[in-house]
């Protein structure tokens, strides 16, 4: 990705013009509509589009502007730690991560605290507390990670049914539907869900699990012609949604929820 051509969408999706985002990073404006070009032909989709209060974003460069923002903010993380130290950074890399470890773990960020505190426990039954790091990071990312040989053994979702790399099946979950109380399941059948469905918005979990799992959830979704949807990226919110949707009464249109399972696996030697 064009870091470049990301500064420079971030800077008129701030100032709303590519006049005044040329002006903030001293470029001409023919260089600034170059760079967002660029940007839009290698994505393959519109960022902004002109409108009665400047240029503004596009719903296709709404979606993607968390995406980048927090790309470039991790990116500029980095390299405040790995620069040469200064008083007025965080600390050092040598002082906070540069230390040896043994082994290094990676969890995918969805699992439960449950999961993720017997990976911790079992670490520390093999290893001293200094020997080991975990990482926590979604599936796509540890899956790259264990590709490269940065990580030692992760354990994840997975929907896949091979991976470049050795994998044992741990367990694996039944699709479940989760929903407030109040919406009630006549009857055990595909016919009954779609029409369950079909009264109610259903919760669906963003990227990066969206992508990760798209085998399941497109299957989910044209099977039961699901529609209305409210996307969380985080279990977090699904839960503290369908919970409190519950608790007030919501109406029909705005409650709903679900969660769909697949293998959970883990890197082996």
Not at 95 to 110: C, I, K, L, Q, S
Not at 116 to 139: I, K, Q
Not at 204 to 233: G, M
């Amino acid at each position: 990705m064009d870091l470049e051509a990301l500064h420079s969408f971030l800077a008129v999706a701030r100032h709303r013009s590519i006049s005044k985002a040329a002006a903030a990073l001293y470029v001409t404006q023919p260089t600034m509509s170059q760079r967002l070009r660029r940007l839009e032909e290698s994505l393959g989709f519109a960022l902004f589009e002109r409108g009665w209060t400047g240029v503004v974003l596009t719903p296709q460069g709404s979606y993607f502007l968390p995406y980048a923002a927090q790309l470039i903010q991790d990116l500029s993380n980095a390299s405040a730690v790995l620069g040469d130290k200064d008083p007025a950074k965080p600390r050092s890399f040598a002082e906070v991560a540069g230390h040896p470890h043994r082994v290094m773990f990676g969890v995918d960020n969805w699992l439960s605290e449950r999961s993720v505190r017997a990976v911790v426990s079992s670490a520390l039954g093999d290893y001293g507390a200094g020997e080991f790091r975990v990482t926590s990071r979604p599936a796509t990312t540890l899956i790259d990670l264990l590709e490269l040989n940065q990580l030692d053994a992760g354990l994840f979702y997975s929907t896949e049914p091979d991976h470049p790399f050795g994998t044992e099946v741990i367990g694996t979950e039944d699709m479940a539907l989760v929903h407030p109380p109040g919406t009630v399941l006549e009857e055990i059948s595909a016919l009954a869900l779609k029409d369950l469905l079909s009264r109610h918005r259903f919760v669906l979990f963003d990227n990066p699990v969206l992508t990760h799992h798209a085998r399941i959830t497109t299957t989910l979704i044209e099977t039961y012609e699901i529609s209305r949807f409210h996307a969380v990226d985080d279990y977090r919110t699904m839960y503290a949604l369908i919970r409190s949707w519950g608790e007030t009464g919501a109406t029909a249109d705005s409650k709903a929820g679900s969660w769909c399972g697949s293998r959970m696996v883990r890197k082996t030697k």
